[in-house]
């Protein structure tokens, strides 16, 4: 029996599950240990090698999950350091941040391009952020039945529970779910925002922190994962620029992670990282 073919869509559906890359590595490699160990104790009448793994993967998610403190983001974890733009730009890699998945990930799960763009749609960042709200029970119910299209009844038997069970579970994660939609999470495609996010990477790249600012609402928010800290307004966000231009010199390369519509992707090498995470309110 092999067990291997399966690890891509694995690491899918437990980062999805879980937010982080990291911790879904970790758990797909325990499903695979697991699987091993208990081979000679597989029932191939009761469910495919597939069903079994998504089985013992879901599980040790939720196993996962049930003793994970809320993950949060910097601007829960305490009031914004106004008053201290030089704190210690220090991470925190004990708290559950979320992780964006890597595009490079995605080619190890098949080379159809058509099964790719559904799986990249199911991976948005924003998408498996509000996944993150919904209790971890509902959620693998939502993520097997909607995005894995597995029938209730195999949901019913992969996670111990009944039918009817499941059919609530769902229709209650629908329910809280109902403002996320592929809409809500798609690229911008108008002129005016394309325009904007290519000024904001032209000053980033040049260090221009008044043309930063000059694109930001004066209530932008700015919060970056895994350093804990976050600022709030304009002249906190220029202060805290002004000090990361300082530290790693000023000239940066922004990088595309694909094609937008009807432009040419960016050169995808890099001499520094890409922005920081910026969150602005309009």
Known sequence: MTFE?????????????????????????????????????????RASPRTWLYRIA???????????????????????????????????FDIPWLQPFPDARLSAAGDDPAATVVQRGSLRLALVASLQMLPPKQRAVLLLREVLEFPAAEVADLLDTSVPAVNSALQRARAALSGVGEGSVAEPTDRV????????????????????????????????????????????????????FAMNGEVWRVVRLRPT????????????????????RS
């Open 58 to 92: 879901t599980n040790a998610c939720l196993t996962v999950l049930a003793g994970r403190a809320r993950r949060p983001l910097p601007s829960g974890l305490g009031a914004p350091p106004s008053d201290d733009v030089d704190a210690p730009l220090t991470p925190a």
């Open 5 to 45: 073919s399966h690890r891509a869509e694995l690491l899918a559906h437990c980062y999805r599950m879980l937010g982080s890359v990291d911790d879904a590595e970790d758990v797909v490699q325990e499903t695979m240990l697991r699987a091993w160990r208990a081979r000679d104790g597989y029932d191939p009448g």
């Open 193 to 244: 925002t394309r325009d904007t996010v290519d000024r904001y990477v032209r000053a980033f790249e040049i260090a221009d922190v008044d043309g930063l600012v000059g694109l930001l609402t004066a209530d932008a928010v700015m919060e970056m994962p895994p350093v804990p800290l976050w600022y709030r307004g304009r002249d906190d966000y220029a202060g805290f620029m002004r000090r990361v």
């Open 261 to 280: 519509p009807n432009r040419r992707s960016r050169r995808t090498s890099a001499r520094k990282p890409a922005s920081p995470c910026t969150r602005c």
